[in-house]
Nanobody, 123 residues
Framework: QVQFVESGGGLVQPGGSLRLSCAAS????????MGWYRQAPGKQRVLVAG???????NYADSVKGRFTISRDNAKNTVYLQMNSLKPEDTAVYYC?????????????????WGQGTQVTVSS
């Protein structure tokens, strides 16, 4: 099973930027859809951005226009560029893969998840 290692999180002031990386232990070429999720304290994990192999992307309304997802199949890595960060973006961010964007939406807690990377937006 391919495993994911998320990195790039940290503490940033409101309005700042971070770039998250998700490195896969194997090839992501076979994964049609890749996604970034986040889980804030006391809340459910939610999908915030998804990308399919052809490059089309989808975003949650809360991050649209501020976050950009991209994938580099040659490096087996998925990125999340986060700009204009807000305190409500504070969460642990995870990546995962699926057969479609819809499959990403229905990922459940019983499936494999990496350790995530903490993003804290605070002044």
């Amino acid at each position: 099973q391919v495993q994911f290692v998320e990195s790039g999180g940290g503490l940033v002031q409101p309005g700042g930027s971070l770039r998250l990386s998700c490195a896969a232990s194997g090839s992501i070429y076979s994964f049609y859809a890749m996604g970034w999720y986040r889980q804030a304290p006391g809340k459910q994990r939610v999908l915030v951005a998804g990308i399919i192999s052809g490059g089309s992307t989808n975003y949650a309304d809360s991050v649209k226009g501020r976050f950009t997802i991209s994938r580099d199949n040659a490096k087996n890595t998925v990125y999340l560029q986060m700009n204009s960060l807000k305190p409500e973006d504070t969460a642990v961010y995870y990546c995962n893969a699926g057969a479609s964007i819809v499959a990403l939406l229905y990922k459940n807690e019983d499936e494999y998840w990496g350790q995530g990377t903490q993003v804290t937006v605070s002044s």
